[in-house]
């Protein structure tokens, strides 16, 4: 198994801990992001369950629609304010699609949060280089708004930000605040339009651009799996340790309670020792086909 020292944070479900029953959750507002992409706010109906449930960043529910499936989502808001849980979703087959068809008022199932979280407590105090493309943002925000609600308590965050064009990347507007906060912001495009002045290229080469402290830096990634490849390439180019590089793996899964397999990695399940992992932990098996 997994040796635990390196661990991210743990798993917790305190809303439906051991229970696999989603509970009703009606969509209170719905934001389009991206070309198919929107975020869903979601409040329990129930008070009581409302008031029991808290998430770390990082974390993430499963969203079931009766007669059509269920499909895990990354919580994308602010972890202070667990009443309004968004969910920034991508349509990309039967469940999600369906999703897609919600307004604002219809109640779905929902039950979490599930998985590990991104190593807040543990990287107090030190630089975080927080490093996604296109919606391998979305489980990182709760890390930005976080860092936002203590920022004094981080030194030099740094978010290096990639996405295929200008129009496919989320939550644009939120980052002259993050600026404000002094999250110095990096971004890229694999393909400009007429009116963008940045940085043309794959989210690695933004590396080239910064300078890190290896003493004292965490990098956080998540995007598609080649992306994270060249990331922790760049990282520990930069000397950052194994154990400060954190990613966040996807893998199709059911239960999210470590029973059906579905989501096995290596020697782990991804809904329970995962998703978020340090690369010392998931090495071995980063990049082997079939894991
Ligand atoms: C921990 C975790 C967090 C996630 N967070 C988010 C999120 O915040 N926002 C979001 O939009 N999506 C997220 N996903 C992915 C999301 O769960 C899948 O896109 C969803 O399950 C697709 O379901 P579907 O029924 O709509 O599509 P399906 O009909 O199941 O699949 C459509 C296509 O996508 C492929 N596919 C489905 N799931 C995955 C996957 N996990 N990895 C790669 N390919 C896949 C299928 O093979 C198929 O080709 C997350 C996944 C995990 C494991």
């Not at 449930?53 to 499936?69: A, D, E, T």
Request: aromatic share 10%; hydrophobic share 40%; with cysteine.
């Amino acid at each position: 198994m997994i040796a635990p020292a390196v661990t991210a944070t743990p798993s917790i479900s305190v809303t439906t801990a051991g229970s696999m029953l989603p509970q009703p959750a009606r969509v209170t507002k719905i934001k389009e992001e991206a070309y198919a992409i929107a975020t869903y706010d979601l409040l329990f109906e129930d008070e009581k369950v409302r008031q029991k449930y808290l998430f770390r960043p990082g974390q993430f529910n499963m969203l079931y629609l009766p007669g059509i499936g269920e499909v895990p989502i990354s919580i994308s808001s602010d972890p202070a304010k667990p009443e309004e849980l968004g969910h920034t979703i991508r349509y990309a087959g039967n469940v999600t699609r369906a999703i897609s068809r919600l307004q604002v008022g219809d109640v779905i199932g929902m039950r979490g949060p599930y998985g590990s979280s991104w190593p807040l407590e543990r990287i107090r105090g030190q630089d975080v280089c927080i490093v996604t493309g296109g919606i391998g943002l979305a489980p990182l925000r709760p890390v930005i708004y976080a860092i936002l609600g203590q920022r004094a308590d981080f030194g030099r965050v740094i978010l290096l930000y990639g996405a295929r064009t200008p129009a496919d990347m989320l939550y644009t507007g939120e980052f002259e605040t993050w600026g404000e906060h002094d999250i110095q912001v990096r971004t890229t495009v694999d393909r400009a339009d007429e009116r963008w002045r940045g940085q043309v290229g794959v989210v690695p080469m933004l590396f080239y651009h910064i300078r890190l402290d290896p003493n004292k830096t965490t990098v956080l990634t998540c995007g598609p799996e080649i992306m994270m490849r060249f990331v922790i390439y760049e990282a520990l180019a930069r000397r950052i340790s194994k154990e400060r590089i954190y990613v966040s793996l996807e893998r199709n899964m059911k239960c999210a309670v470590g029973f059906c397999g579905h989501c096995q990695f290596g020697p782990s399940f991804i809904c329970k020792e995962g998703p978020v992992l340090s690369y010392a932990q998931v090495e071995p098996f980063f990049g082997v086909e079939d894991f």
